[in-house]
């Protein structure tokens, strides 16, 4: 699903410059639950938003499901964004004027989908997360928990190739991130690829492999057992 | 533009961002209130000074003499100057082909007036028959004197409408009554109306009528002439001070008076006065507009700077949004179209409110030199449209910036 080869990437401090990437090699099967972890400043974010085309990489080769990713304009950007990833953001990112149900269907008027399609669709995806009877709440009535299922209610609409994930329980108490990734896991048990950042280890563990990142390099890469958030919850 | 998603998209932000909505109105509806309530105040300025003018034939000239004060080929300064009927036709002779309406008039003094046994304490003038357009006297019922009762010296009267409403109440209509001027009777022939009530206070009888029963000789008092009327405003001016210099000269001849000496043959135009005024109302006007230009200028300062905040506020709605795939003209449209929509909408509210008001405001006020108040409909459209223009220009920028800022840098954005 997801292939990278040699990714390099530096940010421009001033007349320093910052190398984050350093050569990042790396591939993600379909149906994949993948955790990147590392310690704030190894480079975890920057990858997932390479992988995202929120940020282009300075150097190296990107793969999303056979299509290479190079050069895109802001509007081919856009294009794939839209139709093959799906973000889900530690601050959750819903837009506070508008109902869950409205944050839910955003995706989908960027698809051109009429609104009446759209919301049922939106409803349906908002059922899958167990906030049916929220749908029509601001963001603001909602809590952590609620609000970050909107958000993969969200990530989920457009129906993406790949899930993306960046501290999705950085903001969120222990109770609720399992509940979230108990939500995940059965997200990804439907088939669907994710990828996780994350710096923690429990959270890292609730997935089926986890790449570790330090300083820019891939230091280990492993297939760990899944451990099943239910347990905890 | 008839994209119904967006539309209803664009409703959705409206709804539910009430406030910032209002605000960006209100600034944009009170420019447009302000500059068309100032326009309206400078043309009602305008309305008025021409009202005030339109009273008597703007192209009026009037000459009367008065006492010499310098001393020319022998004679002593301190002569009074008497007009005669030979200046009269001398004048009219020289300047035939100059003049449009012309008239003598004569105050008759020291006689009494009595309709009955009531005594009038009016005013007696002996005048022409073109004396009506000079006047610009209105009649209100009868005739004006005629070419007729001037050569036949006929005993007839015209009144003012004020001595209608004061005198004859006891009749329908004063026409074919009597009034008698120091024993002789005079028949009335007709009513006039003027715009102010001192000047319908008059009675106006035949020129010849008023020499010849009230020992008038041959002299007059004043002479009259109405120039024809020039489509040029500034022609019709230079004409004027050219009739009246030529006019003096030629009755300083006649007197044997100083070329110099303005106080012993005095000649008014109305031109040259109301040419005063006109440029003082240019002047208003002027001030009018530039205070206008003004406010129009802190309306556009103020749309930008709330487009400004505006799309500053939504920078991380905008990240959002293209995170999830918008692109980023569809955000600039988004922004734009709203600020079109507010814009317009507020401004053509402000534009109707304002113009409604003028509208039912305006013809009651009566203040003196302002007359209905009210603006030209295209310069309040433009302005409308200058306003919606500046609105676009000042979020394009904003939002041209924010379409381009690095979504992720969008995203942080708190």
């Excluded at chain 2, 010499?68 to 082909?97: C, H, M, V, W």
């Excluded at chain 2, 409403?165 to 022939?189: C, H, M, R, W, Y």
């Excluded at chain 2, 500046?390 to 708190?414: K, N, S, V």
């Amino acid at each position: 699903m997801i292939e990278i080869k040699d990714l390099h990437k530096s940010y421009k401090m001033g007349s320093n410059s910052l190398h984050v990437l350093k050569g990042i090699n790396f591939s993600v099967e379909a149906g994949e639950l993948v955790a990147i972890m590392g310690s704030s400043g190894s480079g975890k974010s920057t990858l997932l938003n390479i992988i995202g085309m929120l940020d282009e990489a300075d150097e190296g080769e990107y793969d999303l499901d056979g299509i290479p990713i190079k050069n895109l304009n802001e509007t081919k950007a856009a294009n794939y964004r839209n139709k093959f990833l799906g973000f889900i953001f530690q601050s959750f990112n819903l837009i506070n004027y508008k109902t869950a149900l409205e944050n839910v269907a955003l995706p989908l008027y960027y698809q051109k989908m009429p609104r009446k399609q759209r919301q049922e669709k939106a409803m349906k995806y908002l059922e899958q997360v167990g906030l049916k009877e929220w749908s029509h709440h601001l963001p603001s009535e909602l809590s952590g928990g609620q609000k970050q299922r909107v958000a993969i209610a969200r990530a989920m609409v457009a129906e993406p190739k790949v899930l993306l994930a960046d501290e999705l329980t950085g903001a969120l108490d222990s109770t609720t991130s399992y509940e979230v990734m108990e939500l995940i896991q059965k997200i990804n048990d439907q088939g669907n690829t994710i990828l996780v950042v994350t710096h923690e280890t429990d959270i890292a563990q609730m997935c089926k492999r986890i790449v570790y990142l330090r300083d820019g390099v891939i230091i280990k890469d492993e297939k760990v057992k899944q451990v099943r958030a239910k347990a905890h919850v | 533009m008839f994209d119904l998603e967006r539309w209803q998209e664009i409703f959705d932000t409206i709804r539910k961002n009430k406030l910032r909505t209002f605000l960006t109105g209100v600034s944009v509806a009170s420019g447009i209130f302000m500059l068309v309530i100032l326009l309206g105040f400078g043309q009602g300025m305008q309305n008025g000074i021409s009202y005030e003018f339109e009273q008597d034939a703007t192209t009026i000239v009037e000459v009367w003499p008065g006492v010499t004060t310098k001393e020319y080929k022998g004679l002593n300064p301190g002569r009074s100057i008497q007009l005669r009927n030979d200046n009269y036709n001398s004048s009219n002779a020289l300047f035939s082909d100059k003049v449009e309406y012309k008239s003598p008039l004569i105050f008759v003094r020291n006689v009494s007036v009595n309709y009955g046994k009531e005594a009038l304490v009016y005013g007696v003038r002996g005048v022409s028959y073109d004396y009506q357009f000079i006047d610009n006297a209105k009649l209100a019922e009868g005739r004006f004197l005629n070419y007729f009762d001037e050569i036949n010296t006929g005993k007839v009267a015209i009144i003012g409408r004020k001595i209608k409403q004061d005198v004859f109440k006891a009749v329908d209509t004063p026409i074919g009554e009597f009034i008698n001027i120091s024993g002789v009777l005079f028949k009335i022939v007709g009513v006039f109306d003027e715009r102010e009530e001192r000047e319908e206070e008059r009675i106006y009888i035949p020129v010849t009528t008023a020499q010849k029963v009230f020992n008038g000789g041959d002299r007059i008092s004043n002479i009259s002439y109405t120039l024809p009327p020039v489509e040029n405003f500034d022609e019709a001016v230079i004409q004027a001070v050219a009739f009246k210099n030529n006019l003096r000269s030629h009755l300083q001849q006649v007197h044997t008076v100083a070329p110099d000496d303005t106080s012993a043959i005095q000649v008014w135009s109305a031109l040259e006065e109301a040419k005063r005024y006109f440029s003082l109302v240019g002047n208003i006007k002027f001030f009018f507009w530039f205070v206008g230009i003004c406010t129009i200028i802190a309306g556009v300062v103020g749309v930008s700077n709330i487009m400004l905040i505006v799309v500053k506020e939504r920078t991380r709605e905008i990240g959002i949004r293209k995170a999830l795939g918008a692109k980023p003209w569809s955000i600039i449209g988004m922004i734009l179209h709203e600020a079109i929509f507010v814009t317009a909408i507020s401004g053509f509210a402000g534009l109707i409110f304002s113009m409604g008001l003028l509208e039912i405001v305006g013809p009651y006020v009566e203040v003196d030199y302002v007359k209905n108040p009210s603006v030209n409909f295209n310069v309040a459209l433009a302005t409308v449209f200058v306003l919606i223009l500046a609105g676009t220009i000042a979020g394009f920028f904003p939002a041209w910036r924010a379409a381009h800022i690095h979504t992720i840098d969008a995203l942080r954005d708190e």
